[in-house]
C-alpha cells in the first residue's frame, strides 16, 4: 500500500489573497488620504489662530502706544506673511483675497458704528453735498 498525499489544497486561493490585498491597501490608502486632509486642515486652522492671537497683541501693544489696533493688526499681517517670516500656510495665502474681503467689511462696519449723529449733523449739508460731487464727477470718466 502505498500513500500519497496528493496534491496540497491551498487555504487561500491566489486570487483571493490577492483581492484581500487589494482591498486592504485601498483601505490604507483612504486611510492616508483622510489624514493629509486632516493634517492640511489643522496647519490651516493653526495659521488662522495664530494670525489672531498675535494680531490682537499686537493690537492691544498699540493701543499701549496710543495708535490706532488697526495698525497692529496690519503690521502682524505684514511680518507674519509670505514677505518677512513666512510662517504662514500657503492655503491661507490661496483664500488670501477672500479674508481682506471680510476684514474690509469688519473695519467698516465697526468705522460705521462709531459715527456720531452729531457730528454728522454739524458737517451739515457741505459734507453731502461735496460727497455727491465727487460721485458724479468719478461717473463722468
Not at 485601498?26 to 492671537?53: C, G, K, P, V, Y
Not at 500657503?90 to 476684514?103: E, F, G
Amino acid at each position: 500500500m502505498k500513500y500519497s498525499l496528493g496534491k496540497p489544497k491551498l487555504l487561500i486561493q491566489a486570487d483571493d489573497f490577492y483581492d484581500f490585498m487589494s482591498q486592504e491597501a485601498s483601505a490604507f490608502f483612504a486611510f492616508i488620504n483622510a489624514f493629509s486632509i486632516f493634517l492640511r486642515r489643522l496647519i490651516m486652522l493653526t495659521s488662522l489662530s495664530l494670525i489672531f492671537l498675535v494680531g490682537l497683541v499686537m493690537g492691544a501693544i498699540c493701543q499701549k502706544l496710543k495708535l490706532p489696533r488697526i495698525i497692529g493688526m496690519l503690521v502682524t499681517g505684514i511680518v507674519l506673511g509670505p514677505y518677512v517670516l513666512d510662517f504662514l500656510d500657503p492655503s491661507i495665502l490661496s483664500i488670501s483675497a477672500d479674508l481682506r474681503k471680510m476684514a474690509l467689511i469688519i473695519i467698516l462696519i465697526k468705522a460705521g458704528l462709531s459715527l456720531d449723529l452729531k457730528d454728522l449733523k454739524k458737517a451739515g449739508r457741505s459734507a453731502i453735498l461735496s460727497c455727491g460731487c465727487r460721485s458724479t464727477n468719478g461717473n463722468a470718466h
